[in-house]
């Protein structure tokens, strides 16, 4: 048997990640092939007696090395797929979500009666990978893009370039809204930094190396929520509203700054696959 077939290459690879604890093994050493390969990943199995060059083959036990090092996949092939839609990803940016697509999915829903202009702002964009995928479904749409990091703001362009929005996006270096002064906006949108400080220490390692900055929400976790609930009446048209992902078990908390604020009429908590509440909505009062 030729050890530099595709499917031996597969399994050989897969063993050391599991060896390693990583439990999606098979699937990371498909993908990282698929990547050497310049390929698919389901053309693997249509090409699984292919042999692999000896320079392929380096350059794949040298990615598989790094995965073993517990850098996420997303790190060593430089895209994420979010909505259906490939963004660029670097370490300067926290990797999107599944879970956050309940927010982009949602928005979307509750402004698809819209047939007006609709202005979005998006706090702490990252990758830019919610108000990039709304924009991309909701062509009467514009957006506002906020975020403390230079770097992360870079990424959160190069990807509004390769999805041809960057006529419908403006991007802001700063802190929170402070760059939006006197702006109105019909939602306002964040996935903060929600993980307590007092966890950053013990964070599983592929987590642990994306940037703190996109992570850490104060010693409760809640920082960034009241600082959002507490400015966004400012920001939001009177029929606009507000819609914030939360960590597990935060939505109680979340509902109840909202409550205690007195600016919003009503919540509504959007549920992921999991179950688990995921995003907290609020409408302006
Ligand atoms: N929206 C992206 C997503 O969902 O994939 C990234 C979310 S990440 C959890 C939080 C983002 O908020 C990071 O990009 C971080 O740089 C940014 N951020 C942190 N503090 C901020 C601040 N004070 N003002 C604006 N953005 C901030
Ligand atoms: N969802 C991320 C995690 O669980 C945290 C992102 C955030 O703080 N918004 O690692």
Redesign the pocket.
Known sequence: MKENTISKQLTKATAKLEAAGIDTARLDAEVLLAYVLNSRRLALYVHVAKELTLGQIKRYENLIQRRLERIPVAYLVGHKE?MGLNFAITPD?????PD?EV?AQGVIEHLQEYSREIKIA??????????ISILKFLDNATADA????AR?LDIARFNAEKFNVTDRINFYE???F?PLAGKKFDVV??????ILSGDMENLQPEVAGE?H???DGGADGLN?YR?IIDAAPDFLNDDGFLAV?VGENQADAVVKLIKDGGAFSYTQVWKDLANIDRVVAAWKK
């Open positions: 979010f940016v926290l990797i999107p979500r956050t927010l998006d706090i702490g964009t990252g990758s830019g990978a919610i108000c906020v975020d403390v990091s992360a700063g802190d929170l402070e949108i964040s996935n903060p930094p929600y940037p900055i996109a992570l960034f600082e992902e």
